[in-house]
């Protein structure tokens, strides 16, 4: 149940194995109501997964299939559509390049193979394990958001790599269209896409491959071009490509362009006129449980693919958040709070993003959220592992800040592709402060825990704002979950009690419950009274609001928050005037300081060479 103590994530293996036999059992006669999931079984293999196997094998039922494109790897699972109970799973890692600073890409192709090579691993392993993959019976997409490629209908090719959604190289052009706006407003475009004009969605992105990219250009002109999200670009090639794909996207992810009208629903003419994008490029917006087409290759050839949603969307289906009001936090490469408003979008006055949360058919209606986006959490955790070496592998990183349990006065924060949410600034930029002779690695690993609290508290601080009804607790998701210290202190920092499912992927039960459920497919109930009830892991704050505890808390909170304004304006594109309306060449320091240097060697060198 919900709210379960932190034993209950140690269930045992027989434990799991007589409830399965009891759930078949039910099945089997018809007998009583859906029993809560338990701890989900692995597919490495282990004993538990072949038991789970063979106790439960025949009376397994339909099965639904989720793909789970995410910014650092790509996932397919498979899981029960009566228990919401996984299966198994692959997970492959997906390569990032940074061909200049600030950029990152992906290959679109790396990224289809990788899915191919997840579905086809995936079916091994189930069929080692005895499972009849005829049993699968649809398969959903849940993506990054806002990746953008571009792609010729013709050749199947990718015309670029995908820009992915932590990119800065559009930052003059934000800035470019923020100085357009009437009273340099970033919140001009807010009342149709519920979104400031910023780097991180895809109207920009695409702007530039269009004005940069010479073979994106020309196919745009001979129209052969296609535009979309990662979730596009899988579905058409997936249905077949060149060979009659079908070009879609669902209103969860085209809500992260710029270009949509979170109120119509459709992709809005002014919006692309102010972008100037054609609009025919864009892929067909659909629900996000309906049939977009059937595979056509691979292992599940001929499996209609029936729900679409994107990640952080994904996540809010998997964690029941169905009811207005609540609310999911995953901490994945960044990290995203996102709470369900209902029917009726509501516009943020404290720096959240209006997003639509789902629309789970085609005569359904949408849903909105509230969504607080931070771009770096667990990216913090690959950066102190990639670039800086300080640790082997991400679980080191809790046994480093463990072994302190203080950040001793370091404060770290990670605006690596700016600031996200509640500032949106991107000319802001990563700073490490507060270090002395006495601080080591451990309180810098503490600090990267510390960091990715407190901007979790910042975006909540915001929602309660605009709710004006504070969260009693929130429940989390997400690879960085496994981090008990990082769970523990986030409870601390917040003062509520901290929620975390046993069975961590939320995401990837998203899409497989929006497939399911999907007209045609109908494997899947959505229905208040039949969604499986999912144990849980409390993490309740163990500081007294009132304590010594609580007010150095908010003392470090304070000391964060002020790190945060040193962290702004750091990096800009726009020259520096002199007051007269002209550009100084010491708008740059390193210019400045280069010819002012030549100068003075030049006076001083005429000066020696005189008096000799």
């Known amino acids: 149940m919900i709210g379960a103590a932190a034993s209950s994530e140690a269930v045992s293996h027989t434990c799991l194995c007589e409830l399965k036999r009891s759930k078949c059992q039910q099945l089997a006669t018809g007998s009583g109501k859906?029993?809560?999931?338990?701890?989900?079984?692995?597919?490495?293999?282990?004993?538990?997964?072949?038991?789970?196997?063979?106790?439960?094998?025949?009376?397994?039922?339909?099965?639904?299939?989720?793909?789970?494109q995410?910014?650092?790897?790509?996932?397919?699972?498979?899981?029960?559509?009566?228990?919401?109970?996984?299966?198994?799973?692959?997970?492959?890692?997906?390569?990032?390049?940074?061909?200049?600073?600030?950029?990152?890409?992906?290959?679109?192709?790396?990224?289809?193979?990788?899915?191919?090579e997840c579905m086809e691993r995936t079916c091994e392993k189930l069929t080692q394990l005895n499972v009849d993959i005829s049993n699968i019976k649809a398969i959903g997409v849940t993506n990054q958001r806002e990746t953008t490629l571009v792609w010729d209908k013709e050749t199947g090719e990718p015309?670029?790599?995908?820009?992915?959604?932590?990119?800065?190289?559009?930052?003059?052009?934000?800035?470019?269209?923020i100085n357009k706006t009437p009273g340099r407003n970033k919140n001009h475009l807010k009342h149709k896409t519920g979104l400031p004009i910023s780097t991180y969605f895809s109207a920009v992105k695409l702007r530039w491959l269009m004005d940069n990219v010479d073979e994106v250009a020309e196919a745009v002109l001979t129209h052969r071009a296609m535009f979309g999200t990662v979730d596009s670009w899988l579905i058409w090639c997936l249905t077949g490509g060149k060979s009659g794909g079908v070009h879609c996207t669902d209103v969860t992810n085209a809500s992260r362009?710029?270009?949509?009208?979170?109120?119509?629903?459709?992709?809005?003419?002014?919006?692309?006129?102010?972008?100037?994008?054609?609009?025919?490029?864009?892929?067909?917006?659909?629900?996000?449980?309906?049939i977009y087409g059937l595979m056509k290759s691979?292992?599940?050839?001929?499996?209609?693919?029936?729900?679409?949603?994107?990640?952080?969307?994904?996540?809010?289906?998997?964690?029941?958040?169905?009811?207005?009001?609540?609310?999911?936090?995953?901490?994945?490469?960044g990290c995203f709070l996102l709470r369900n408003t209902g029917a009726k979008p509501v516009m943020s006055e404290h720096g959240l993003l209006t997003t639509v949360a789902y629309k789970l058919g085609r005569d359904k209606p949408a849903c909105y959220a509230l969504e607080g986006s931070v771009a770096i959490a667990g990216a913090v955790v690959r950066w102190l592992k990639d670039n800086l070496g300080i640790i082997q592998t991400s679980t080191e990183l809790e046994k480093l800040a463990a072994s302190v349990g203080t950040s001793y006065g370091c404060y770290f924060v990670p605006a690596f592709s700016g600031l996200y949410a509640p500032y949106w600034e991107p000319s802001a930029r990563g700073i490490i402060c507060g270090l002395t002779q006495f601080t080591n690695k451990s309180h810098l690993a503490f600090a990267a825990l510390e960091a990715v609290c407190f901007q979790t508290r910042e975006i909540l601080d915001a929602m309660n704002q605009d709710s004006g009804i504070p969260l009693t607790q929130l429940q989390v998701d997400g690879g960085m979950t496994s981090n008990r210290l990082l769970m523990q202190l986030q409870a601390d920092i917040l003062c509520i009690p901290v929620v975390k499912p046993s069975m961590p992927e939320t995401t990837a039960l998203g899409a497989?419950?929006?497939?399911?459920?999907?007209?045609?497919?109908?494997?899947?109930?959505?229905?208040?009274?039949?969604?499986?009830?999912?144990?849980?892991?409390?993490?309740?704050?163990?500081?007294?609001?009132?304590?010594q505890g609580a007010y150095e808390s908010e003392f470090r909170y304070a000391r964060w928050k002020k790190a945060v304004q040193r962290a702004m304006n750091w990096e800009t594109t726009e020259p520096i005037s002199n007051g007269n309306g002209e550009t100084s060449i010491f708008s740059s320091v390193p210019?400045?300081?280069?010819?002012l240097g030549s100068m003075l060697m030049l006076i001083g060198a005429k000066y020696i060479a005189g008096h000799k």
């Open 34 to 68: 859906r029993k809560p999931a338990t701890v989900h079984c692995k597919d490495t293999g282990h004993m538990n997964s072949r038991m789970a196997a063979s106790s439960s094998r025949v009376m397994l039922g339909p099965l639904v299939a989720a793909i789970d």
């Open 298 to 333: 691979g292992c599940l050839s001929g499996i209609p693919i029936s729900g679409c949603l994107g990640d952080q969307s994904a996540a809010l289906v998997g964690q029941m958040c169905f009811q207005e009001g609540q609310a999911k936090n995953t901490y994945g490469t």
């Open 257 to 290: 362009t710029m270009l949509f009208n979170i109120h119509t629903l459709d992709w809005d003419p002014e919006l692309c006129k102010y972008f100037d994008i054609p609009m025919e490029i864009l892929p067909k917006v659909r629900s996000s449980s309906e």
């Open 70 to 116: 995410g910014t650092s790897s790509t996932r397919f699972l498979v899981f029960n559509a009566k228990t919401a109970e996984l299966l198994s799973h692959h997970q492959v890692e997906i390569n990032q390049s940074f061909p200049k600073e600030g950029w990152v890409e992906e290959d679109p192709k790396e990224i289809l193979q990788s899915v191919y």
């Open 512 to 547: 497989a419950m929006a497939a399911g459920a999907a007209e045609g497919v109908s494997v899947w109930s959505l229905r208040p009274e039949d969604l499986s009830e999912v144990t849980s892991e409390k993490f309740e704050p163990q500081i007294n609001p009132e304590g």
């Open 591 to 595: 210019l400045g300081f280069y010819i």
């Open 159 to 177: 015309l670029y790599n995908a820009i992915v959604w932590l990119d800065l190289r559009t930052q003059s052009t934000v800035e470019r269209l």
